[in-house]
Structure formats: C-alpha cells, structure tokens
C-alpha cells in the first residue's frame, strides 16, 4: 500500500484503484473524489465534490487540479477542516 493510500484512509477516504481513484461519501447524494491521471512527471491528481441529485443535474465542485501527492494532501486537510469547522457552527445555531 503506499503513502498516499495510507495518509488517504486517515482522513476517511476508500481506494476504489490505488494511485488512481479515492471516494469518501458524505452525505446522501454527495461524495468527494480524488482522480489521479499518469503524466510525463508522475501522478498528478483532480479533487472535487459531486453531488448525485437523484432528479435533477449532477453537480461538481472543484478543490482542486492537476496536484502533486504533496498539494493533494495539504488541498484535502484544508478541505476536511474548513468542513468541520461549518458544521460545528451549523450545528452550534440549532
């Protein structure tokens, strides 16, 4: 298993292809997918969130593109975080 996929499975994301694809479902009809794609260079990835509506367009929001391993860690950590942080207030208004 490599480095990547172990750092990945800490912040809760499944090795659907390792080096390749990674999924974390959070909610419903919204998961966050990290896409690796072989250049020259090595592995660079994608990071995004889509949304399956079940009647409606999918939508995607991207976090991030053509990231080195290194970028695509630090890109989720600040994701995960920031996330925490609006739920934590979401829930706090309740």
Do not use: W
């Amino acid at each position: 298993m490599s480095g990547l996929t172990k750092e990945l499975q800490k912040l809760g994301f499944y090795c659907g292809i390792e080096l390749i694809i990674y999924i974390q479902d959070t909610g419903v009809y919204t998961s966050l997918i990290i896409e690796g794609e072989n250049y020259q260079d090595g592995i660079n990835y994608d990071f995004y969130k889509q949304t399956f509506y079940p009647h409606y367009l999918n939508r995607i929001t991207i976090y991030g593109e053509h990231l080195s391993p290194a970028q695509l860690i630090e890109r989720v950590e600040i994701y995960l975080t920031n996330r925490e942080k609006f739920i934590e207030e979401r829930n706090s208004n309740l």
